[in-house]
């Protein structure tokens, strides 16, 4: 289901996990990826391709949930302002909403507008992890002291790291460890749901 009001997506009743993050950061590959799934998500060389909220249901018990990116994107300014709209109102309003995954590029010093909409998460009580796209793309030691030097940053302003995932795309590197957050997390959910 694709849509721009939170007050018609599907019916709350299950978890879903959001992943957003800067316009191509690698977001739909990292979809893609997750699900086994090449043609799931669009991925596209040109910024801004995904501009609305899309639920994809995961076997039959959790909704993954494609956001459209933040940051430069190939629009106008009228559309992105309408965009940030109806993507905090979809934030701050899921009550289903067990996690969001906020994707940087791990080839990057942290940038302000990451910074930015990560502590704004924060500032809503919204559960949050970061996920560090396209470490391939580094060499080990690179990747370790960009990731290490984020973490550093985020430290800044919060008391203790949100759960942090690495991952490639390419190499399908993250994909069980984010999986697993995600059983773990709806296993926990039934957990309390039973009590």
């Known amino acids: ?16 996990y959001a992943f957003i993050g800067r316009s191509n950061v690698g977001k739909s590959s990292l979809i893609n990826m997750l699900t086994g ?7 596209s060389g040109k910024p801004g391709k995904t501009q609305t909220i899309n639920h994809f249901i995961i076997n039959k018990t959790w909704y993954l949930v ?8 190939q629009t106008a300014k009228s559309e ?3 965009w940030q709209s ?5 934030i701050r309003n899921r009550e ?3 996690c969001l995954f906020i ?18 998460a924060g500032t809503q009580g919204i559960p949050i992890a970061i996920v560090f796209t396209k470490a391939d793309k580094l060499s080990k ?9 984020y973490k550093q940053r985020l430290l800044e302003d919060w008391e203790e790291l949100p759960p942090c995932f690495i991952t490639s795309s390419e190499k399908r590197e993250g994909r069980d460890e984010i999986l697993d957050f995600i059983d773990a997390a709806n296993a926990s959910s039934n957990a309390d749901d039973a009590q």
């Open 103 to 120: 994707l940087v590029d791990s080839r990057h010093k942290p940038l302000a507008n990451d910074i930015e909409f990560i502590r704004w």
């Open 66 to 73: 494609d956001l459209p990116g933040y940051g430069y994107a």
């Open 96 to 98: 289903n909403l067990y």
């Open 1 to 16: 289901m694709s849509n721009t009001d939170f007050r018609k997506c599907p019916p709350p009743t299950i978890p879903e």
């Open 37 to 43: 799934n090449q043609k799931l998500a669009k991925v």
């Open 141 to 149: 030691s690179a990747l370790n002291m960009n990731t290490d030097f």
């Open 80 to 82: 992105r302002r309408t």
């Open 86 to 90: 109806f993507i905090g109102d979809y």
